[in-house]
């Protein structure tokens, strides 16, 4: 049975590594994290506090009871956990750094795309960088959790994620997608978990890059304050 990562447990909560290529559900006869993770801890329940795509690697946060659950699901409604991602690209974006917003509507085939309505928007922000070898890194702050929401933003820009052929990222060794970094309080207590990719050629490469060390530390970078309020206002996005 294959191991998980365990970054952090304590009497409510779990953080784990989630490898690619691991969906977080049952998918017929394969078993999924939430699965494994059980009988792994010798739990009856565990309860997905968010999700991550099956291509997507890192930072998956769990409850140990429905009451912790609760008070998870609160915080991510609240916009009180932050997350940030690490995404690589082998084509150049239409912009350095900025916000992306839209509302997500279906495709065929599983798709999302992002529409240019703000009813109830995916909201993005990103900075990037060069690595060099023609690729491109981004670190990403969702501020919702929809969908594919990374993967469709970084389509608009131009950028598809590399790896990531459902939405026209070039083929390589894996999706580059990553879940870097999670921060919270819960209970009293200020969290914040960090770990790096595991896999990924091109991940690898990133400590030996000419990436300033700031990007490793995504919480301290100076994100712009969205205006949800105009947004809503107006309907129209300043941030």
Known sequence: MMSISVIFENQDIIVVNKPAGLGVHQEGDCNGIVTLLQKQLNVPQL????????????????????????????LFTQRKIQKYYFAISDRKSNKKQGSVIGDMRTLRDGKWALSKTFENPAI?????????????????KPHTGKTHQIRVMMKSLSSPILGDNLYTGKASDRTYLHAYMLQFSDQGNDYIFSSLPQTGIHFQSLLNSQITHEFFTPQQLNWPTLKYQQMKRTGTFDG
């Open 124 to 140: 993005s922000q990103f900075f990037s960088c060069g690595m060099g070898n023609g690729l491109r890194f981004y670190v990403i």
């Open 47 to 74: 309860w997905l506090a968010h999700r991550l795509d099956k291509v997507t690697s890192g930072l998956l946060l769990l409850a140990k009871s429905a009451e912790a659950a609760a008070r998870l699901g609160e």
